[in-house]
């Protein structure tokens, strides 16, 4: 059964305080590995796709890193405002678009 | 560009009320889908479109309609609602190029 787990659930860090969040995947066939943010009372918004193993995508303090079982967001040198949720899902095998969401994690920063 | 909308945004019913939660997008995207999320369960699948006239049933579809008429739009219905059914609902459109799906704003769905 495809499956996909976050970790930790919550997360509480100091401004400045660097940190990972961790994405464990069981699937058949990975079409594509997708983070996204969600603030709260919004919808979830699209940070990164990963497809191989190996392949690491940047955008400002956020960092996704990917390997055959399991993707990493590194955060570094965190502020308040990336406070929010953090939504992990793999696209399932074909062209159906079909995503499995993992519970997500949600990170405080505290100035 | 408007990306992808839902109304309502609130939204409270009584056991056994239908309605037609709606959902458009501007981006001329073939698929489209609809996810519901609780606290604890992450976002799963209800159904989903891979362009006009298609439809199919993700995860959770039991208690939902959907059809698809035109690509911008993509209603979800829900014939006689049920407190399991209280939940956010959102609508999400993909970029066939990419593999990025674009959600929406939500619908927050109170059954009593």
């Known amino acids: 059964e495809d499956q996909v787990t976050q970790s930790p659930e919550a997360l509480r860090l100091q401004e400045g305080e660097s940190s990972s969040l961790n994405c464990s995947y069981t699937v058949s066939g990975l079409r594509g590995l997708f983070w996204y943010r969600q603030d709260p009372g919004k919808g979830p918004e699209f940070l990164f796709t990963?497809?191989?193993a190996g392949e690491e995508k940047e955008k400002e303090r956020l960092k996704a890193t990917l390997t055959k079982k399991e993707s990493f967001l590194h955060i570094t040198a965190p502020k308040p405002e990336d406070s929010a949720t953090y939504l992990c899902?793999?696209?399932?095998?074909?062209?159906?678009?079909?995503?499995?969401f993992g519970q997500g994690t949600t990170l405080q920063v505290k100035p | 560009n408007a990306g992808v909308t839902q109304t309502p945004k609130f939204q409270v019913l009584k056991t056994g009320q239908s309605m037609t939660l709606q959902c458009a997008q501007d981006m001329n995207h073939e698929y489209m889908s609809w996810y519901r999320q609780d606290p604890g369960m992450g976002l799963r699948l209800i159904h989903y479109?891979?362009?006009?006239?298609?439809?199919d049933q993700g995860e959770v579809p039991n208690g939902y309609n959907v059809s698809r008429s035109t690509t911008e739009d993509f209603p979800l219905r829900l014939l006689s609602a049920a407190p399991s059914q209280t939940s956010v609902y959102f609508c999400a459109s993909r970029d066939r190029v990419t593999d990025t799906q674009y959600f929406g704003p939500g619908t927050r769905l109170t059954v009593l």
């Open positions: 899902a793999v696209g399932q095998p074909g062209n159906t678009g079909k995503l499995i």
């Open positions: 990963l497809y191989s």
């Open positions: 479109s891979v362009g006009a006239g298609i439809t």
